[in-house]
């Protein structure tokens, strides 16, 4: 055996060193210590954030493969990866106040390793080149997240989101399974590229069938609109470091990995068999989602309908099916955990501070709390799309790349996702106008958040400044992408 | 008679729905995790047949559902421990009662 293809996994080995690390750090360091455990945890992932940058950068490099082409790596596979470390990173920042909470002690390491474990998880469903690969990557990425939802073990909501997400999980997982048995029947190969070959001249109804039931298995995960139901329950019974986990890590990766499965292995049946059924969900799911978040109170409940309008958004990037599609997804996955994890940075801020989650307690929260609900704001605007914050940037090169595609069909979509986004902007307005205008008294008192919360928050703000303004992010990711090995597979 | 895929393939199919039918109506969690476990050893079967009857020269079936097997007690031991939580805290398994968040 060549043991110097481990050398492809770069980024995977960084990853697992810094699990074993905190696995160690956890049993073995005296009681004393353990409070240390979440700053260590962050630094390691932010030195493996950089390592992932530094090497992507010195050496771009082309597509490369491992385990007999069960594994790539690519540039743009590096960034997506970097992407979601970023994403990682600002989660970690975040938590260090909750995980150093009292309720916590007993379980602070296993938040890290199931995190860790889960992303883990998340790069082999990215990089998997073999349907063996990608599936033992979407169970470690799905499985260890029941566990981190009911992690809050003193409250029932936890318990209840929990055993809503991991019976789905398997639901879909089965169902995902059953769709890969017949396309291993019909083409006799659980490779990328040989299902690929084998699918150019092959059509019959158990084909389609495959194709509906691999797309209803990751589209669970992306919580797709016909598949959505556990997303609001999870989200609100999550412990909310988790629940903004589960809102942009995973779905940003899930995203990728559905981009490269549908390319990749049922390309050649794009306007046949699934342009049609991706239509129909992205319709579904934007406008359902929009028009259940406009009656939500709780705004966790609030942010998982708006999660699933923006995965509808993200699909788009899917639908595309050209290099600038692919680039305006990368795009919207960046400013989308930026603008995400402010919103959940604020709440986050006030649920440790005084345990409100309602929207009407944040009623005139501007006159207790100005920065935090100017972050707020900042993050409304940029999920709804209101220039010159990155919300709008990302918005605008999806449609195009969107548009770009050609078809009457794909003109009509865009425009009822334009229309959705008009839709969108009602509800995000209502938690501004709830914090800005609202004259009733603030249930919220005055509070000096964490300064791990701060430095979170600052760093999302910072990012939703500065990705609308400076052009390079997206300039860079639309280079990378037009040389990507990936648009080989693309239609357009 | 000669045995030939297709009575493999039938009884995978009746297990599969058996399965979906079994996670709609059932009100025990239990019961709904037996019937997760019917589907996922529905794929099983059918990832054995395929291999075995249509390409025998390679094993990609069985290693697939080696692994399916490990991936799907891994599952349920989750799912069990997950739901003696519930029970510890609701004093009962039944779906219905799972009703604190809806909508």
Known sequence: MDYSQFLAMKQEIGLLAVFLLVFLYDTFMPRGAQKGLPVFTTVLMLLVTLGGFCSYCMAPGGEVSAFAGMYVTSPVIAAIKNILNIGVVIVLIQSIKWTNSEAMTMRRGEFYELLLVTLFGMYLMISGRHFLLFIIGLESASLPLAAMVALDKNRYESHEAAVKYILTAVFSSAIFMMGLSFVYGLTGSMYFNDIYFALTSQRSLLLVMAVAFVIGGIGFKLSLVPFHLWTADVYQGAPTSVTSYLSVISKGATAFAFLVVLNQVFGALYSQVWEVMLYALIILTITVGNLFAIRQRNMKRFLAFSSISQAGYIMLGVIAGNAMGLAAMMYYILVYIFSNLAAFGVIGAIENATGKVSMDDYKGLYKTNPRLSVAMMLAMFSLAGIPPFAGFFSKFFIFTGAINQGSVAIYVLVLIALINTIVSLYYYLLVVKAMFISDDECVVPNFRSACSERLGLWISVGGILALGIVSYFYNSLLELTGVSEMTAYFIG | ?103
């Open chain 2, 1 to 103: 008679m000669e045995i030939t895929a297709i009575y493999y393939l039938v009884p995978a199919l009746v297990m599969f729905c058996c399965g979906v039918y079994g996670f709609i109506t059932r009100k025990n969690m239990i019961a709904m995790l037996i019937s997760l476990e019917l589907m996922l050893n529905a794929v099983d079967i059918n990832f054995v047949v395929f291999n075995r009857y249509l390409y025998p020269e390679q094993m990609e079936g069985m290693f697939f559902t080696l692994f399916a097997i490990a991936i799907a007690a891994a599952e349920t031991a989750l799912a069990i421990a997950i739901i003696i939580n519930i029970f510890r805290a609701a004093k009962n398994i039944d779906v219905r009662s799972l009703n604190e968040m809806k909508f």
